[in-house]
């Protein structure tokens, strides 16, 4: 038999956690009833990221609580949309709760492939009322609501845009602050390339993602006016002007190889200093501060720059959703409860600093806002900043069903510009033509 | 009469698939709408928008130029290696076993190390050539050089596939012509070339065959390296049909995309089987 001593730390974090296991309805263990799940097995999916694999830490608990059994699984971001996308579409009873990927979120709430939660969430005695459903930002649950307005996810993390220097030092030395503006990058980028060896510029290859807060910031859309008006206009003056100035930026100050750079390749070189500025998620820009990065002491954030247009960051929402196939309907609220109520969100952030928090309770607390000051900056503000920024309604582009095949036809456009196969004027033109032969596919009458 | 039962099992599993991919080429399917399943208003619909559609026709050259090249490197290197081990030599017989590594390693492997081997701060191949004074840039995010280093991996892949079976036939050569033809005064090339080339040649047939058909199934590699990219120069008809079904869920025309790749697949097996035949005939 092994032991191990128990830290003060460890018997707080675990009576914080009983506290909000007790919040469960029902009869907790304690009163002496049966557990109230006993029997149950839930199916639970997310695609793998920092959040879900946290979670992972936390659901023996869950399951020694409730007496259910929770089988999780976590594949990745693209094999997690296509097998969720089958799955919902045949309203299978595979899963139980299931992550609501927000470009998805169109498609799937709109098809009712997952149930409203308002039910739920006004029944006293299947939701305590302190969970307060009210406490989650705006920002983060709009994509999730159906076309009578009801909530059909709880959102676990509002993925927000923002803009890092991994060597903030290099561009002070050019004497200049990170950039506001799209013609202030340009200057930054150009002063600090190459400086002490390290490419300017870096953002992931996801351009149907990272080029939109360049491609609205120069007054351009995707579509005419989403979700009513899906017309493309991906080779708009504005369209092609964005294009020609990301591009540009990427070919003269990126990294050797930049058009293959993931999310997690584009993090990795920020926090080893082999590339100083990107625009990125906020979830991946705060780990340059992390012990483990090579920049801790050198990195600084900021909002997205923004354009003649305006500011536009990027912010998606993912959230927790019942399948309408699931058999399990009123366990998988319960664990849903469970995972995003205050006292869990409260000790994912202690025990491994999550910060891409949805309530704003959390956000507000003072620890929260400390923890989140980065070399001086106030990270939290920025965050909330961003997300006032986005509830305007400038991101539903993303949530409209055929989107996932218009984003494909952006990125490939900016690929074929910056390999330097076609100029942005041809390039985004053959973009829009592709954009209109794939929404006339799926049926979309333009 | 007492086979029937059991034909009919082999065509139902077999055919019963295939028949279903068919008939969903011919509706417009698409999850969104599980009615569209049963939609056939416009059966040629799929087959006449793919037809008209560049990036098919692109995905297709992109696959014969694929094709093309890993079906010769690896007949060429597969043959050679053959060549050199075909000795009786413990050293060579080990040798022969290390050679077999890569087609034995799991295809999502080959492509991680082929990742990092292309990755230009992390590639020890990029800082090797920058030491030697030779820098290159990114082979798989440029449009030229993408296709050819697919290749290079798929080749290393499947080169072991062709010399396992080439050094098999060459075995089996019998020594009698070898020897006569070595009285005789032949050198090497010409002992090859019309004594020991003609006893392969079927063989050779049977790699090409496998290894065309093989190469029109390429997918982990292009997944993980390039993701069909740069901008559509790594897409083979494959991955293209994948995407359309899979990340945009038009499910009918991706079928239909499958049936054309299955009719020329078919078509060429024929071929090939024939060139095959004429070589065991010959």
Known sequence: MSTRRIHRRQVLASAAGGAGLLMLPGKAPAQGGAKKLAGVTLNVSCWSSSYPKFLADYIPEFEQATGAKVNYETPSFPIYNQRMDIELSTKSDAHDVVNVTFIFSGRWVGAGWVIPLTDYINDPKKTPADWDVNDFLPGSTSAFKDRQGRLCAIPWIADVHMAGASRYDLIQQAGMKLPDTFDELAAVLKAVNKKDDIPAFVVENHYGWTFIPFLQGFGGNVFRNPPTDLMPMLDSPEAVAAADFFCAMLRDYGPDGVLSYTYDQVLETLKQGRANYSSSNETFLVQMANPDSKVAKTCALSLTPGGPAGRFPNVAAHGWGIPVGSRNKDAAWDFITWAMSKELTQRMFNDHGYSSVTRRSMIQRPEFREKMRINGTDVAQLYLDTLDLGAKGYTVYRTVAPYPPVDHEIDVAIQRIISRQQSAKEAMAQAQQNALTQLKRAGVKL | ?282
């Open chain 2, 1 to 282: 009469m007492g086979l029937l039962p059991a034909l009919l099992v082999l065509a139902l599993v077999t055919l019963g698939p295939a028949l279903y991919l068919i008939i969903t080429s011919l509706t417009p399917l698409t999850p969104v709408n599980p009615d569209t399943a049963f939609d056939f208003s416009d059966p040629l619909g799929n087959y006449q928008s793919i037809l008209t559609t560049d990036e098919f026709w692109r995905s297709v050259w992109v696959q014969i130029e694929l094709s093309a090249v890993t079906v010769v490197t690896q007949l060429a290197a597969g043959l050679g290696l053959a060549l050199l081990l075909d000795r009786p030599s413990r050293f060579l017989e080990a040798l022969r076993t290390g050679f077999l590594v890569p087609m034995v390693l799991p295809p999502i492997v080959v492509a991680i190390i082929w990742k990092i081997l292309y990755t230009p701060d992390i590639s020890p191949l990029h800082h090797l050539l920058a030491w030697l004074g030779l820098p290159i840039h990114s082979l798989i995010t440029n449009p030229s050089t993408a296709i050819w280093a697919i290749a290079a991996a798929d080749t290393w892949e499947w080169f072991p596939f062709t010399m396992l079976m080439l050094l098999a036939a060459l075995q089996m050569v019998p020594k009698e012509p070898q020897e006569a033809a070595r009285i005789d005064g032949a050198n090497a090339v010409q002992l090859f070339w019309h004594v020991r080339l003609p006893y392969i040649r079927p063989t050779l047939v049977v790699c090409v065959l496998f290894r065309l058909i093989d190469s029109i199934k390429a997918f982990p590699l292009i997944y993980v390296l390039t993701d069909g990219g740069p901008g559509g120069a790594t897409q083979v008809t494959n991955y293209y049909a994948f995407e359309q079904t899979f990340s945009f869920s038009y499910w009918g025309y991706g079928s239909a995309v499958a049936t054309l790749m299955v009719a020329g697949v078919f078509v060429l097996s024929i071929m090939v089987n024939r060139l095959g035949g004429e070589a065991i005939d010959e």
